[in-house]
């Protein structure tokens, strides 16, 4: 501190306050942000003892002493997400995306949450920033895949799916969301040996036995044409 004043001091006295100024800002910050964090910590194990109103408001008012605190900001999204307040949710890991644009893991939870509110085309949004950020993330691409078959752009979602399965390949949702795509797109082959093999990884997957119901009840040469509705998606609700 003192060096950096003096260096201001060499120059001008009016740059000498400013730099004051930030340093005794960032040295005001600092508590109040290690405060915060065990506030957040504190706020996650009232939540899981299922007093989630107390954790909450906890957490709210850690936001208005230190707003820029994403730790805080984060767990609160959680929280919201696991309370199923998907908009509520989708609201505070938007505000962490602005915050911090390379967070793939809030890319993905916000386009879970949109994807519950029913916006599939805004939740292949994100989910394709989750890709770019993490390429190599497997599960991804396999959401990627299931969002863009929601809104019927089907040969995206087969890349998208096959590129989740190269990364993740004994991840059973991935061979039923090939499985499914492949009959959509009437090739047959692939969507029997993709189910088997889902089969074979989780014979009691519910998401297997949806799929299954789909293409049973539907013949193949009218699966180009079958649109996806939300009866039949492949994936759980979260």
Not at 4 to 18: G, I, R, S
Not at 196 to 206: E, G, I, M, V
Not at 219 to 231: G, I, V
Request: hydrophobic fraction near 50%; charged fraction near 25%; glycine fraction near 4%.
């Amino acid at each position: 501190m003192r060096r950096a004043l003096h260096y201001a001091l060499a120059f001008d006295v009016a740059v000498a306050l400013t730099v004051l100024a930030i340093i005794l800002a960032a040295e005001m910050e600092r508590p109040a942000r290690q405060l915060t964090t065990k506030i957040a910590a504190g706020a996650q194990k009232l939540f899981e003892s299922g007093q989630r109103e107390q954790a909450r408001r906890a957490l709210e008012d850690a936001l208005e002493i230190c707003p820029n605190n994403l730790i805080v900001r984060r767990e609160l999204a959680m929280q919201l997400a696991a309370s199923g307040e998907a908009q509520a949710a989708a609201d505070q890991f938007r505000l962490v995306l602005a915050a911090s644009p390379r967070d793939a893991a809030a890319a993905r939870k916000l386009a879970e949450m949109l994807e519950q509110l029913g916006d599939a085309q805004g939740a292949a949004q994100y989910l394709r920033l989750a890709c770019d950020l993490e390429p190599e993330n497997g599960m991804s691409h396999i959401a990627l895949a299931s969002a863009l078959l929601d809104q019927g752009e089907v040969a995206a979602a087969r890349t998208a799916a096959e590129r989740g399965l190269k990364l993740a390949p004994r991840v059973p949702l991935a061979h039923v969301l090939l499985g499914l795509i492949a009959w959509r797109q009437g090739d047959a082959g692939t969507a029997q040996a993709s189910l088997s093999r889902a089969k074979l990884l989780d014979p009691n997957s519910p998401a297997l036995r949806r799929a299954l119901r789909t293409v049973h009840e539907h013949p193949p040469n009218a699966a180009k044409d079958e649109p996806r509705h939300r009866d039949n998606a492949i994936l759980p609700a979260r």
